[in-house]
């Protein structure tokens, strides 16, 4: 029997332009019947204008993502919505400019950090980050 806890759901909300941060967390809230902050989380990304809602609180994200297709003011706002797929890579940022790929693939590495095996590390001092690459999507959590 695993005692291997799944990574909590993810849903990605695109083209959010038009919808200030706190009142996507407003209609997600209304929309879910959750609290923000106590149930989810809502990380904003405004560089590609996306938001990535995580749920703490176990929630039916399939059946979110379609009241949320349906909802009217997501509607008016043209937000879409979907479920984040598994991914088996993810950028670090803030990356001390003195730290190697052999540093970085140990910590990524370590059970205790949520990691697994990497497979790959880019380093991209200049942006102070880096891609890593997990053998399976297990380890990115």
Known sequence: ???????PPLVVFENIQGCSPKCLRMLLENISGLAVD?????????EINVAV????KSIDTEELVKKC???KRIKEFKITARLLEST????AENIPASISTDYITIYFESVRNGGG???DVQLFP??????????DHKGNT
């Not at 029997?1 to 990574?7: D, G, H, L, M, V």
């Not at 106590?38 to 405004?46: G, L, R």
């Open 1 to 7: 029997k695993s005692t291997e806890r799944s990574p």
């Open 38 to 46: 106590d149930d989810f989380t809502v990380e904003v990304i405004p």
């Open 53 to 56: 809602a995580t749920f703490i």
């Open 69 to 71: 297709l349906q909802n």
């Open 88 to 91: 088996q890579s993810i950028k």
């Open 117 to 119: 095996p990497v497979s």
């Open 126 to 135: 200049e942006e102070n980050s880096a891609i890593i690459t997990f053998c």
